[in-house]
């Protein structure tokens, strides 16, 4: 999947089987995403990230086989209706899981927290995974799906790898073979900085993806910098990560992307 000023929409599965807030079953869990993916691919987003963010609290590391299942019969469910690039990303740090499904469903990339680095999330202490992944990936002969990975992560403290600034941490993941580099804010709907995502476009080869905080009215400053966008929370109602997309929203996003691309 090449990135180029990409547009990636968020698909939030409902509270999959097994997890606290779970009230739906599979069936109506997976039409629920595909009517999302459907919509957000209707008004011209250009790919797809399917995430399992209703399932909080989260597990450290790890989901269970009813997740992963269930997860990949939405996931492949979206590929197929869509035809849109789509990616997974298995909360918290599942990323062995997200490349199994991945794999399973046909899908082009996965979004990978704790690549480099330890560092303390929700979750608890999240040990960095690279080595462990990548050999996964092989293993199962999946070198074909990129894998994505954020970058002083948001949601968790950096306060061990203070002295280490996010160029290194950049720079560190594309030696330890990144596909790409996501820079967030500090929570899901908080921008980044874009300064820093100049400064880690300026230190690596590697594409630069933002992944929070994206709205219609702040996409022009991160627009140089960024090779791709992770659009969620501002393409919900309100505003607000948890409620349903909007078409209003969505619309409104794509035709600034347009603008950007078409000065004048």
């Known amino acids: 999947m090449k990135l180029n000023k990409t547009t990636i929409g968020m698909v939030h599965a409902g509270a999959l089987p097994g997890t606290p807030q779970n009230r739906l079953t599979a069936g109506e869990l997976r039409r629920q995403a595909v009517a ?3 919509l957000l691919a209707r008004c011209g987003m250009e790919a797809l990230l399917l995430e399992n963010m209703h399932d909080r609290p989260y597990l450290n590391r790890q989901a269970g086989p009813e997740v992963v299942a269930t997860l990949a019969v939405i996931a492949a469910a979206i590929k197929a209706e869509t035809g849109l690039p789509t990616g997974i990303q298995v909360l918290a740090g599942a990323n062995r899981e ?3 499904i991945a794999l399973a469903a046909n899908l082009d990339f996965i979004r990978a927290e704790g690549f480099v680095f330890a560092h303390l999330a929700d979750e608890g202490w999240m040990d ?3 080595g462990n992944l990548l050999r996964y990936r092989k293993q199962i002969g999946a070198d074909h799906i990129q894998i994505f990975t954020d970058i002083k992560k948001k949601h968790s403290s950096h306060a061990v790898t203070a002295d280490i600034s996010i160029e290194e941490t950049a720079r560190a993941a594309s030696f330890f073979l990144s596909d790409g580099l996501i820079v967030t804010g500090s929570s899901t ?3 980044a900085d874009p300064a820093e995502a100049e ?3 300026k230190c690596t080869a590697l594409p630069v993806i933002i992944g929070s905080g994206i709205t219609a009215d702040n996409l022009h400053r991160f627009w140089t910098a960024a ?5 969620g929370s501002s393409l919900k109602a309100e505003g607000k990560w948890h409620n349903p997309v909007e078409e209003s929203r969505v619309r409104a996003f794509v035709g600034e992307v347009t603008k950007l691309r078409n000065p004048g």
Request: glycine residues 4%; aromatic residues 4%.
């Open 128 to 130: 960095s995974d690279a």
């Open 36 to 38: 999302e993916a459907q």
């Open 189 to 191: 709907g908080e921008p």
């Open 227 to 231: 090779d791709a966008f992770i659009v």
């Open 98 to 100: 997200a490349l199994a």
């Open 199 to 201: 400064r880690v476009k």
